[in-house]
């Protein structure tokens, strides 16, 4: 009993093997749809041999020959043209491969079949749009340093220019002072100290001082150059230069006149000597319109100067000499720096504007010394 078992189980067996067999068989020999067919088709014989070319010809993005890095400092002018070079390399590289073309094919088949995740140009699109905008920054960079560089070289020839014109008014300015000096002569002015000095001299020389035994003069003296010394010594003490109807004079702190008032300005005033200047003639002279932190605005005035005593005679001849009077104006002056301006490029321009303003004032200065020695020249010859 128990074989006749064994064998029926055992026969059992095979068939469930057999049948088993028979059912997978049926489906492995089952064919594909046309979809997954297709599906098939594209993913391994378009997408996956175009991804791998994309790879390799996409490889040498990474080489360190073709990495750019940031963009050099502005005024490395050398370090940008070389920056622009090596960019345009890699775009031309990129153009070269075809890559743009692969991976949008790439894009387009896997939309077809279902499969887009993920944009294949993405990396390729933001590298190229990132070389191309650098690009135009640093093309930028360029026309302003070519630009900076014309404008350089324009103001250096325009200050060279002006530089000229300011040396040839210096000479001439010069030229005429000297032929100012010819005409003059000995024409010195001196100092009342220094006439003082030269006086007391000549009367030591010739063995008289005028002021000595004044203290020992009696006060009734009939000594009438001893009085007069006396009086003028002890009203030097205490003297003012007054003004009366226009004219000017010393007077004694007592109210006495030490120098008479006449049509004269009194410059200096010491031991009953006085040193006067006369007007010969006056005229406005240059006038600058300077917008910087100085000017030439006045008039000259021409005079004779010289030496006079309490009779209002000169003593010891006259000569010539020139003032300028200066006009009160006030000049606003207005200082900058960097912070003032809203491109560094603005601010150089208004530094070369000053530069130019500069020198022009030089120039226009010069001129108005030359104009002044000529006329000096004018005085000197009628006045000789």
Request: aromatic share 8%; hydrophobic share 35%.
């Amino acid at each position: 009993m128990r074989v006749v078992t064994a064998v029926f189980l055992f026969i059992v067996s095979l068939s469930g093997s057999a049948f088993a067999q028979q059912k997978i068989s049926r489906v492995a020999l089952e064919d594909p749809s046309p979809e997954q067919l297709r599906h098939n088709n594209v993913f391994h014989k378009q997408i996956r041999p175009k991804e791998k070319a994309y790879a390799k010809r996409s490889r040498f993005l990474n080489e360190a020959g073709y990495q750019t890095g940031p963009i050099p400092p502005k005024k490395n002018k050398a370090a940008l043209t070389k920056y622009i070079v090596r960019a345009q390399k890699v775009l031309a590289r990129i153009s070269h491969e075809s890559l743009k073309g692969y991976c949008t094919e790439i894009n387009h088949l896997r939309k077809s079949i279902g499969e887009y995740q993920s944009d294949a140009c993405k990396g390729l699109e933001s590298r190229i749009k990132h070389l191309t905008a650098n690009i135009a920054k640093v093309k930028n960079y360029q026309q302003k340093n070519r630009t900076e560089t014309a404008q350089q070289s324009t103001q250096k020839d325009v200050l060279s220019s002006l530089e000229r014109a300011s040396d040839t008014a210096r000479q001439a300015t010069s030229q005429a002072e000297d032929v100012l000096l010819s005409i003059l002569g000995d024409n010195k002015e001196k100092t009342l100290g220094d006439f003082l000095a030269d006086l007391s001299d000549t009367n030591t020389s010739a063995n008289y001082d005028p002021l000595a035994g004044i203290d020992a003069a009696p006060a009734d003296s009939d000594d009438p150059l001893a009085g007069m010394l006396a009086q003028t010594e002890s009203k030097s003490a205490g003297f003012k230069i007054d003004y009366k109807n226009g004219n000017e004079g010393v007077r004694s702190s007592s109210g006495e006149t030490l120098i008479p008032y006449k049509a004269w300005r009194i410059l200096d005033y010491q031991d009953g000597i006085a040193k006067v200047s006369i007007t010969i003639r006056e005229q406005h002279q240059c006038s600058l319109d300077s917008q910087l932190d100085w000017g030439a605005q006045g008039s000259w005035r021409a005079a004779r100067t010289g030496f006079v005593d309490i009779e209002g005679e000169f003593l010891d001849g006259e000569t010539l000499s020139f003032e300028f009077w200066k006009a009160h104006t006030l000049y606003l002056t207005t200082s900058y720096s960097a912070n003032d301006f809203d491109t560094w490029e603005e601010y150089q321009a208004h530094k070369r504007k000053v530069a130019r303003m500069e020198a022009r004032e030089d120039i226009a200065y010069q001129k108005c010394k030359l104009e002044a020695a000529q006329w000096k020249q004018g005085i000197a010859r009628a006045y000789k």
